[in-house]
């Protein structure tokens, strides 16, 4: 059961896009589409912003995109922020009917 | 509106056991699969069990499995983890939330904290 890898880090510019790279393996992300994309504020829960690699629940801006080719999962943010200066976190299912999460990426709004 | 309320983390020895609950409202609790996260400081996500809306079937992470009992009462709308054979890196905020391929709702989190 691995983490899924994300970059510790990632950063841009208000109005800029940015985007957020989860990379696993064809028993995890590459064999399922139930990628989810999760945001962290300090001190908060997460929320839910992309589920299923590109489904969005209500209420999340058309901002927050994702998609998915082969083993590598992105989260794309458009037009940035100050307020999505956050932690983004991937999830995917994995074999054996367990969960599998990413290590986290910084997203700095400069 | 849907709530998810931890409770029943604190300060525990090594070796120890702690029971968390989680109090769901808002919705049809008996519809859902529930799952247990949990965070330790500074560190990222964790995912450690889910359970069916029946409380069939229920899965675990390797780093938890055969320490950690996931469980439910749907009378009463709740979610428990009976953690045992607490260890220091199990010093965490436990999170349940709704699902288990994704997570729509999440509740405030309780930390746990395994020290002597």
């Known amino acids: 059961q691995s983490a899924l890898t994300q970059p510790p880090s990632a950063s841009g510019s208000p109005g800029q896009s940015v985007t957020i790279s989860c990379t696993g393996t064809s028993s995890d992300v590459g064999g399922y589409n139930y990628v989810s994309w999760y945001q962290q504020h300090p001190g908060k829960a997460p929320k839910l912003l992309i589920y299923?690699?590109?489904k969005r629940p209500s209420g999340v801006p058309d901002r927050f995109s994702g998609s998915k080719s082969g083993n590598t999962a992105s989260l794309t943010v458009s037009g940035l922020q100050g307020e999505d200066e956050a932690d983004y976190y991937c999830?995917?299912?994995?074999?054996?009917?367990?969960?599998?999460f990413g290590g986290g990426t910084k997203l700095t709004v400069l | 509106q849907v709530q998810l309320v931890e409770s029943g983390g604190g300060l525990v020895k090594p070796g120890g056991s702690l029971r968390l609950s989680c109090a769901a409202s808002g919705f049809t609790f008996s519809d859902y699969y529930m799952s247990w996260i949990r965070q330790a400081p500074g560190k990222g996500l964790e995912w450690l069990s889910y359970m069916s809306s029946s409380g069939s079937s229920k899965y675990y992470a390797d780093s938890v499995k055969g320490r950690f009992t996931i469980s439910r009462d749907n009378a009463k709308n709740s979610l428990y983890l009976q953690m045992d054979s607490l260890r220091a890196e199990d010093t965490a905020v436990y999170y349940c939330?709704?699902?288990?391929?994704?997570?729509?709702?999440w509740g405030q989190g309780t930390l746990v904290t395994v020290s002597s």
């Open positions: 999830s995917s299912n994995a074999g054996s009917n367990i969960v599998v």
């Open positions: 299923e690699v590109s």
């Open positions: 939330a709704r699902g288990y391929r994704s997570l729509l709702y």
